[in-house]
């Protein structure tokens, strides 16, 4: 078992940043993949970074590439996610997530197993 705890969300003006913290306790930490989805209102959860265990691969959705990047600190047991220019449409509850792999890295969100109960991020423009 996992549990992931989400911190770092706010109200931010749009252009500005945010960072956003996941602290994981439980099992061995550097084992699992980890991932970022959103939920805006009135939509489906969403992708949007995903890391893998060593930390030297990562996915992003298009809409955010060059904005967010996701990194981790194993020995913290901890993932982040660094929003940069931030815009009105990443105005979502982030939600981060876990999955025990042996290298691959999870996209979708049917894939990871633990989740956290998610921080709301609102950008006003």
């Known amino acids: 078992q996992v549990q992931l705890v989400e911190s770092g969300g706010g109200l931010v003006q749009a252009g500005g940043s945010l960072r956003l913290s996941c602290a994981a306790s439980?099992?061995?930490?550097?084992?699992?993949?980890l991932g970022w989805f959103r939920q805006a209102p009135g939509k489906e959860r969403e992708f949007v970074a995903a890391?893998?265990?060593?930390?030297?691969?990562?996915y992003y959705k298009d809409s955010v590439k060059g904005r967010f990047t996701i990194s981790r600190d194993n020995a913290k047991n901890t993932v982040y996610l660094q929003m940069n220019s931030l815009k009105p449409e990443d105005t979502a509850v982030y939600y981060c997530?876990?999955?025990?792999?042996?290298?691959?890295?999870?996209?979708?969100?049917?894939?990871?197993?633990?989740w956290g109960q998610g921080t709301q991020v609102t950008v006003s423009s």
């Open positions: 997530a876990a999955q025990l792999t042996t290298g691959w890295i999870p996209v979708f969100e049917y894939q990871y197993i633990y």
């Open positions: 890391i893998g265990w060593s930390g030297d691969n990562s």
């Open positions: 439980g099992r061995t930490f550097s084992n699992y993949a």
